[in-house]
C-alpha cells in the first residue's frame, strides 16, 4: 500500500511548480490526472533535451500521472472538468486570476458541488495585491526575493540560477499546503482554497533576510562561494584539476579542517571560535586551506579529509553522479519502463518511508493518452466521447 492511494488529484497547471506538486502526490500513490490543452499541451513538453523528438524533462515532471487533454476555454470542456472536481480531492491549478472564474470553475463553483475539495492555487504573485494579475514565473521569483541579488561573485553581476529554482522550492510548498489542508479536512469535513505567490517560498530559504534588515539594516552582499555566516566555505582545485567544496558550519568541523590543512596556530585565534570571527579572517583561512588542497590530489585530500571526520565532498557534473556508489545505493535514479521511448531513466520518489513507500509507476504520457479512459470514468458514452474529439474540445 501506498500512502496516498485513493486520493484522486487534478493537475491542471502548466510547466513547473503546479505540475511538480502534483508529481510529488503521485509519487505516493494519489492517482492524479494531468488535464491539458488538446492541441498546444503543455509548454514544458518541448522544454529541454528531447529523445527522438520526445521531451524528456517531461518524462519526470508528469511521471505516476495520467494524461487527459480537454479544452478548458470551451463550455463542454468546463463541464468535464466541474464533473471531474466533484470525485476528486484536490486541483491544483496556475491560471492567471479570474480565469478559472469566468470560465464558471472557481472555487465557490466546484465547492458548492463538492465541499471536500482542496483548490490548490499556485501563481506568480498570489490572487491579490497590485501585482497579482500580471504573468509570473519562477525566474521574477528568484529576481525579487533576493535569491539573484546575493548569488555570484562580489564584483560581478546579480546572478540566476541555471534551473527551475523557484518553482521547484513553491511546488514543494504547495505539496506541504496540500497535505496541511487534507489534514484539516479530517477534521472539519470540508476542504478550503489554498493561495500560494511563488514570489514567497524561495524567501523561506534564503535566510532570516528580512529579519536582519529590520532590526540591523543589512542588506545581504554578494560573496561568490563563500558564505556570509561561517569560513572557510568555499570550492578548492586540487593539483590534478579536480574541484572540491568544503564546507564549515560546525565549529568542530572548521577547527579540524584547519588543524589538518597545518594551521592550528589560527585556531587558537580568539576570533576563530565564532563564525562571524571566522568571516572577518576569510581570506586567511581560504589561503590556507586552497594552498594545502593545491598541492594534494582530489583522492588524497577526500581521504584525508575523511580520516579528519571533516566536511569535503567533490564538485560532480551529471556523468559524475551517475557513476558515484551512494547515490547507487540509495537508488536514486531508476530505469521505467516507456511507450514511446521504451524506457528512461528518472530520478526517484524523494524519500524512503519504511511501510508505504513511493514508487515511479511509469515516466510522463503522450497528449491525451488516458482521455477516453477518464471520461469513461464519468460515464461519458463512447458516441459522446467521439463527438468531443472530433469537435476539438478533446484529445
Same mark, same amino acid.
Request: some cysteine; glycine content about 10%; overall charge negative.
Given at each position: ?16 511548480? /503546479? ?78 486570476? /479570474? ?14 458541488? #463538492? ?42 553581476? %546579480?546572478?540566476? %540560477? ?5 518553482? @521547484? ?11 496541511? !489542508?487534507?489534514?484539516? *479536512?479530517?477534521?472539519?469535513? *470540508? /476542504? ?25 539594516? $543589512?542588506?545581504? *552582499? ?11 566555505? #568555499? ?5 590534478? @584539476? ?27 585565534? %580568539? ?10 579572517? $576569510?581570506?586567511?583561512?581560504?589561503? !590556507? ?24 565532498? %567533490? ?30 531513466? $528518472?530520478? #526517484? ?15 510522463? *504520457? ?7 479512459? $477518464? ?7 463512447? @458516441? ?12
Amino acid at each position: 500500500m501506498t500512502s496516498l492511494a485513493g486520493l484522486r488529484v487534478i493537475d491542471a497547471a502548466t510547466l513547473f511548480a /503546479g505540475p511538480t506538486a502534483a508529481m510529488m502526490l503521485g509519487d505516493f500513490g494519489a492517482d492524479v490526472i494531468k488535464i491539458e490543452h488538446p492541441r498546444r499541451g503543455d509548454p514544458a513538453r518541448g522544454h529541454g533535451a528531447a529523445a527522438d523528438g520526445v521531451g524528456l524533462w517531461w518524462k519526470t515532471l508528469s511521471r505516476n500521472k495520467r494524461a487527459a487533454a480537454v479544452d478548458l476555454s470551451r463550455a463542454e470542456g468546463q463541464e468535464i472538468l466541474r464533473r471531474l472536481a466533484d470525485g476528486c480531492d484536490v486541483l491544483v491549478e496556475n491560471f492567471r486570476p /479570474g480565469t478559472l472564474e469566468r470560465w464558471g470553475l472557481g472555487p465557490e463553483v466546484l465547492l458548492e458541488r #463538492n465541499p471536500r475539495l482542496i483548490v490548490a492555487r499556485m501563481t506568480g504573485f498570489g490572487q491579490f495585491g497590485p501585482m497579482a494579475a500580471r504573468p509570473g514565473f519562477g525566474t521574477l521569483a528568484e529576481a525579487m526575493s533576493g535569491f539573484a541579488a546575493m548569488t555570484g561573485e562580489p564584483d560581478g553581476p %546579480p546572478t540566476l %540560477p541555471p534551473l527551475a529554482l523557484a518553482d @521547484g522550492i513553491a511546488g514543494l510548498a504547495m505539496a506541504y499546503a496540500i497535505m496541511v !489542508a487534507l489534514r484539516a *479536512r479530517e477534521h472539519t469535513g *470540508r /476542504g478550503q482554497v489554498v493561495d500560494l505567490a511563488i514570489i514567497e517560498p524561495i524567501l523561506a530559504l534564503l535566510g532570516p533576510q528580512m529579519t536582519a534588515y529590520k532590526a540591523l539594516g $543589512v542588506v545581504p *552582499r554578494r560573496t561568490g562561494n563563500r558564505s556570509s555566516s561561517n569560513a572557510p566555505r #568555499n570550492t578548492y582545485r586540487t593539483r590534478d @584539476g579536480r574541484w572540491l567544496a568544503i564546507s564549515t558550519s560546525a565549529q568542530p568541523i572548521a577547527e579540524r579542517v584547519m588543524t589538518l590543512v597545518g594551521r592550528p596556530d589560527l585556531v587558537e585565534q %580568539p576570533w576563530f571560535a565564532s563564525g562571524a570571527g571566522r568571516v572577518a579572517h $576569510v581570506e586567511e583561512l581560504d589561503e !590556507a586551506v586552497a594552498s594545502w588542497i593545491a598541492a594534494r590530489d582530489a583522492a588524497e585530500v577526500v581521504a584525508r579529509f575523511e580520516e579528519a571526520q571533516a566536511a569535503v565532498a %567533490p564538485v560532480y557534473d551529471v556523468a559524475d553522479i551517475a557513476e558515484d556508489p551512494q547515490y547507487a545505493a540509495l537508488d536514486t535514479f531508476v530505469e521505467v519502463p516507456d511507450e514511446e521511448l521504451g524506457s528512461v531513466t $528518472v530520478q #526517484n520518489v524523494l524519500f524512503r518511508l519504511s511501510a508505504t513507500p513511493g514508487e515511479v509507476r511509469w515516466p510522463g *504520457r503522450g497528449l491525451g493518452r488516458d482521455t477516453d479512459a $477518464v471520461l469513461g470514468e464519468l460515464a461519458y458514452p463512447a @458516441g459522446e466521447i467521439a463527438r468531443l474529439r472530433e469537435a476539438g474540445v478533446i484529445a
